[in-house]
């Protein structure tokens, strides 16, 4: 018996496998199809309708109404049409109901087959359309198989991947463990969806204080951005929408609970909690905390801060193989360069005697350069004449030669500052109470 009970079968595999009643309903109307010309060949006319009403699939065979039958699998004499419809004439064709129950062994097996392949065809996409909705949610799961670059996660409607590349170094886990993660992405491939997740993304530890702290679910806090060396260090930027609110506050909790729990599903992760400010400047020294900041040169036109430290700060600035201004260059979106008082001292002198060595320099004007923002010749080259000569009081001649003298210097002094930024990195590596510079 191939389709008996129809309606309460469709149900129960509606309910559990999630997939829409008349989606299922196709599903057989095509696996039946399939059964029909399996046994009678492609050339039977047959139409499939599912009976509301009793639960059922019936099929229709059309037959042609014709004076001499040569073929009874699919013609019909007018005799016999008439018995079924007293109004055929000939010519006309005939649906009559086929017995389901005849197709065999061999048809029934290739109509499982089809309902095997739609079934499967018809979960993927549910499961599809469940996930992609999802992308960038945390999700729970049970850690089903661990293997050398991926671990197999259980998410019970679905399987996701836990790629090796996405997981905190030293983390370890073991089949049956819980895991939390965030939906990196959703790809929709012919063997089926696959769900990548990840527990090192930015945006996991955000949506993990979107979980503890309901000033942020609730849009009194706002999460301007994160940054993150999963494992190790991360900073999150917050800014509060409600002037009684400190975001900072609201996101460590009373005795640190909110930030600690956090830390915990990150496996002691450190994170830094960071004000957001709506000057760049100010917001990079918060980022750069503890750190004290003495000041800080903007370059808007190549996106880089110059940041001063005091001496005894530049070591803490930088943080440990350079992470603190990594990570605060990353939240920040600028590229800062982070140097000492002493270096910075150094370099405002040695800017100062090139101005001076300029033909036709005086130490007034010098001073005024250097007021204006024009520490070096390398700065004075990059001027243009007019804007010069309009700001210092020269004439064009004047500012045009001062512009040519600052560029010939820069081309003369090229090679030799190279070697000399050659040995300063040397030297900074060697000793970190040495160390001038570091670039991010």
Known sequence: MLITDMKRVIEQVSRDKGIDFYVLVKTLEEALRSAVKKKFGNKIDIEIQYNEESGELEVFQFKNVVETITDPDFEISLEEGRKLDPECEMGDSLGTKMDTTTFGRIAAQSAKQVIIQKLKAAER?????NFIGRKGEIVNGIVQRVSRNEIIVNLGQ?????????QIPNETYRRGD????????????????????????????????KTEVPEISEGMVSVIGAAREAGSRG??????NDPDIDPVGACVGIKGSRVQSVVQELKGEKIDIIPWHIDPAKFVCNALAPAEISRVII????????????????SIAIGKQGQNVRLASKLSGWHLDVISEKRYNERLQLGFASLMDLPGMTEPLANLLFEKGYFSTEDVSKALPEELAQEFNLSEPEARNLVE??????????????????????SAEDDDKDKQNQEI
Do not use: C
């Open 235 to 240: 900073k999150i930027a917050v800014r509060s």
């Open 299 to 314: 370059d808007e036109i190549n996106h880089v801060m110059e940041v001063v430290v005091p001496d005894d700060s530049l």
């Open 178 to 209: 819980r895991i939390r993660a965030y939906i990196l992405k959703v790809h929709d491939e012919s063997r089926g969806p696959q769900i990548v997740l990840s527990r090192t993304h930015p945006d996991f530890l955000i949506n993990l204080f």
């Open 125 to 129: 996409s549910v499961v599809y359309q």
């Open 405 to 426: 003298a600052a560029a010939n210097q820069q081309t003369m002094a090229e090679p030799e500052d190279n070697a000399a930024d050659g040995s300063l990195d040397n």
């Open 158 to 166: 679905a399987e996701a991947v836990l790629p090796k590349r996405e």
